[in-house]
């Protein structure tokens, strides 16, 4: 019997370093486990976060945007705003005379040199070659003294704000 006892004595001693490691383990696991869902609450924390900047940011251009487009459409009045006054005070004058014509075309050749200050030009002229992308051509003609693909005439002008063309001009072109 006291064999027995000893052998389960021994049993118990030798069984206890090893419910000492298994807890030990445990316990790794546990501190490891920890250790992650905290890095995976600081990793959503930071996404929700990175997220609410993102768009704030995109708020924050599109106001900045419209704010640069209503500038931007603000300035291109404001060059207008003479010849509109001209324009009124021709209105309100006596229109029978040579000095009222003269006035009409002053405020013609203001009205055109506005786009011009602003940069914009125009894009056809007759005797220019034809390109489909500045050009529109609304009718053929043959015509011997003006080369093949040739504007022999603007129908309407288009106009083109650098690399931008804010309207093709309409012409007429020979084949």
Do not use: W
């Not at 209105?91 to 000095?99: I, K, L």
């Not at 013609?108 to 894009?123: D, R």
């Not at 003006?146 to 093709?168: C, S």
């Amino acid at each position: 019997m006291q064999e027995n006892e000893k052998k389960q004595d021994t049993a118990e001693v030798e069984a206890e370093p090893v419910k000492e490691e298994k807890k030990a383990k445990k316990a790794k696991k546990d501190e490891k486990l920890e250790k992650l869902e905290n890095e995976l609450n600081k990793t959503k924390d930071l996404l929700k976060r990175t997220a609410a900047e993102f768009d704030n940011f995109k708020k924050r251009t599109e106001r900045e945007r419209l704010s640069v487009a209503e500038y931007a459409k603000a300035s291109m009045f404001k060059e207008f705003l003479s010849v509109l006054d001209n324009a009124g005070r021709a209105v309100a004058a006596d229109a029978s005379g040579e000095d009222y014509c003269k006035g009409l075309e002053m405020i013609i050749k203001q009205f055109l040199a506005t786009p011009e200050k602003m940069g914009v030009i125009e894009l056809a002229k007759v005797g220019d070659e034809f390109n489909p992308n500045l050009h529109e051509a609304v009718m053929h003609i043959e015509d011997e003294a003006l080369g093949e693909n040739v504007i022999a005439e603007v129908l309407q002008q288009g106009y083109k704000l650098g690399d931008t063309v804010i309207r093709a001009a309409m012409v007429k072109v020979a084949n």
